[in-house]
């Protein structure tokens, strides 16, 4: 019999190590490309998933105008119309008329547990085809929904509403998960006080979406605010977006040492620099690119 040397068994040792070390690498890359397919299948760059146990919404402000949620909503009622057998469309004939939405909202319960089946850690946004605190969504729905938020704790959850009134008025009826971010959007100056009622809210993250930019907003007051998104409209319709706006936001994030993402210019036109190499239009991903003064900002909350 030959005896094996002390370096072969080394070596094979090695070998065991540096296989195993390549199938998890593999399994990594795996998962980076099925987050990435995630993010560049629903459009949007700051989260992962999308879970909508509402549907249907009103427009409230002038971020409302071109509303995507309102167009997208059409076309599935439009969907449903020709697939009578397809049950969750169902829900959208229901809020939509005339291709715009009616101010009426349903509960789709046979969403409401999906967030359950997803075993991977996602970053969700929730109701992008509604809105958690409208009006017409009872309290008890939204219970429902934060259950399930703070059943599933290896997700991350962010919710966004215009209507930080009736948020601050059901904030303390509520149990907030750790796992929920909470924001509140703003499109120009005279909304800052939807900030000021996010901040007396219960939730344990909060952040403001700035989309789209409509115009200035100085003296931001961003105490007790952990992130900031900015974007530009795109699609029909599309409103300009100027880089003093752009810039103002940032510095002030970077004053207040607030987590500041710059989604995208949204239309081509509002990007000072048309070649910008991360736009749609070049070959990128950011509609209307995301460099600002030749940097791309994607910070996240610590």
Same mark, same amino acid.
């Given at each position: 019999?030959?005896?094996?040397?002390?370096?072969?068994?080394?070596?094979?040792?090695?070998?065991?190590?540096?296989?195993?070390?390549?199938?998890? /690498?593999?399994?990594?890359?795996?998962?980076?490309?099925?987050?990435?397919?995630?993010?560049?299948?629903?459009?949007?760059?700051?989260?992962?998933?999308?879970?909508?146990?509402?549907?249907?919404?009103?427009?409230?402000?002038?971020?409302?105008?071109?509303?995507?949620?309102?167009?997208?909503?059409?076309?599935?009622?439009?969907?449903?119309?020709?697939?009578?057998?397809?049950?969750?469309?169902?829900?959208? /004939?229901?809020?939509?008329?005339?291709?715009?939405?009616?101010?009426?909202?349903?509960?789709?319960?046979?969403?409401?547990?999906?967030?359950?089946?997803?075993?991977?850690?996602?970053?969700?946004?929730?109701?992008?085809?509604?809105?958690?605190?409208?009006?017409?969504?009872?309290?008890?729905?939204?219970?429902?929904?934060?259950?399930?938020?703070?059943?599933?704790?290896?997700?991350?959850?962010?919710?966004?509403?215009?209507?930080?009134?009736?948020?601050?008025?059901?904030?303390?009826?509520?149990?907030?998960?750790?796992?929920?971010?909470?924001?509140?959007?703003?499109?120009?100056?005279?909304?800052?006080?939807?900030?000021?009622?996010?901040?007396?809210?219960?939730?344990?993250?909060?952040?403001?979406?700035?989309?789209?930019?409509?115009?200035?907003?100085?003296?931001?007051?961003?105490?007790?605010?952990?992130?900031?998104?900015?974007?530009?409209?795109?699609?029909?319709?599309?409103?300009?977006?100027?880089?003093?706006?752009?810039?103002?936001?940032?510095?002030?994030?970077?004053?207040?040492?607030?987590?500041?993402?710059?989604?995208?210019?949204?239309?081509?036109?509002?990007?000072?620099?048309?070649?910008?190499?991360?736009?749609?239009?070049?070959?990128?991903?950011?509609?209307?690119?995301?460099?600002?003064?030749?940097?791309?900002?994607?910070?996240?909350?610590?």
């Amino acid at each position: 019999m030959t005896a094996t040397s002390p370096t072969s068994i080394a070596d094979f040792f090695l070998f065991n190590q540096l296989l195993v070390a390549a199938r998890l /690498l593999l399994s990594l890359g795996r998962k980076f490309k099925e987050i990435a397919m995630s993010v560049n299948k629903i459009g949007i760059e700051w989260t992962n998933s999308t879970w909508n146990p509402f549907v249907g919404c009103r427009r409230i402000s002038p971020g409302c105008m071109h509303c995507y949620a309102e167009r997208m909503s059409s076309r599935q009622a439009a969907m449903q119309s020709r697939n009578p057998s397809d049950g969750k469309r169902r829900y959208y /004939l229901k809020v939509i008329q005339h291709n715009h939405w009616n101010g009426e909202v349903r509960f789709v319960p046979e969403v409401l547990s999906e967030p359950l089946t997803w075993t991977d850690p996602r970053m969700i946004f929730v109701n992008s085809m509604s809105d958690t605190f409208h009006e017409n969504v009872l309290i008890d729905d939204i219970r429902s929904v934060f259950d399930i938020i703070a059943e599933t704790h290896w997700h991350t959850f962010q919710m966004l509403t215009k209507r930080s009134d009736r948020l601050l008025e059901l904030s303390a009826q509520l149990i907030w998960p750790d796992n929920l971010w909470m924001g509140v959007s703003v499109e120009t100056a005279p909304y800052v006080k939807r900030i000021d009622d996010l901040r007396k809210t219960g939730a344990k993250v909060k952040f403001i979406s700035i989309e789209p930019l409509l115009g200035p907003i100085s003296n931001l007051d961003l105490s007790g605010i952990d992130w900031v998104i900015v974007g530009g409209e795109s699609g029909p319709g599309h409103r300009p977006m100027l880089i003093e706006w752009v810039r103002e936001i940032r510095d002030q994030c970077a004053a207040q040492g607030v987590a500041f993402f710059f989604k995208q210019w949204g239309h081509i036109s509002n990007n000072p620099v048309p070649s910008d190499p991360t736009a749609k239009e070049n070959g990128g991903t950011a509609k209307g690119g995301c460099l600002l003064d030749g940097q791309e900002y994607k910070e996240f909350p610590a």
